[in-house]
């Protein structure tokens, strides 16, 4: 079987460039915002460091389970799930009363 060789190359890396920078300028914008976060939510900075941490986890897991998502299933399937699985997230915060503020927010 025969793969197919992109005709831009150079287009495929600069997408892969721009990404990189969105994501290292997401973790950077999550680090300076601890303070706020705690002032928001009303937490500890040791909690705030747990959200920065676990924040780094997901994106870290997110990236490759994507890409196999994306190459599984369709984008308007992929588009409805997640909007399904966000309306029940958003149930789960909003019957939970120890996440209200995220709820609200």
Known sequence: MQ???AKHPMGI???LM???FIAILNQTLMTTALPH???DFKITSNTAQ???TGFMLVNGIMIPITAFLIQRFSIRSLFFYCYVALYFRNLTLRICSQFQPIADW
């Open 18 to 20: 721009f990404g990189t």
């Open 3 to 5: 793969q197919k060789i």
């Open 50 to 52: 747990w959200l920065t």
């Open 37 to 39: 976060l705690m002032v």
């Open 13 to 15: 890396v600069g997408v």
